[in-house]
């Protein structure tokens, strides 16, 4: 499966639209984009292994993280990435699926919960 940058960039802000706004309105200071696949470092610093994929990256500080310190910085940044997700993905229904739940995966690390809380309420 194949699409162009500007479709997927279309879906992005679709699955954007569809998750719950109140987390969306909570997002000051965070740049969300995607890239064909992540950079080496970026794997070497998630600990991918070979056989493994990056489907998303939440590079910043949570907002659990942040003290009376945290001003005058850079944009936390949230990235997807366009071939792993493809990879993954058999239509357009479940291309869709996958950017929106990589996407809501990436901004519940904003908001500070790690991978285990993350898989716990997605089982709910």
Known sequence: MDIS????DVLISKAMDELPQQ???G???VAITYADEPSP?????????ENQLLLGLYE???????????????PDKITLFK??????SHDEISLFERI????????????????GRIHELENH
């Open 100 to 115: 929106k739940r990589t996407l809501w995966h990436e901004i519940a690390h904003h908001y500070g919960l790690d991978h």
């Open 27 to 29: 997002l000051n200071n």
């Open 5 to 8: 940058d500007e479709l997927f």
């Open 60 to 74: 910043g500080i949570p907002l659990t993280k942040r003290g009376a310190g945290y001003n005058l910085v850079l």
């Open 41 to 49: 470092e970026q794997l070497l610093k998630q600990g991918v292994r």
């Open 83 to 88: 071939k792993p997700i493809l990879l993954l």
């Open 23 to 25: 987390y969306i309105r």
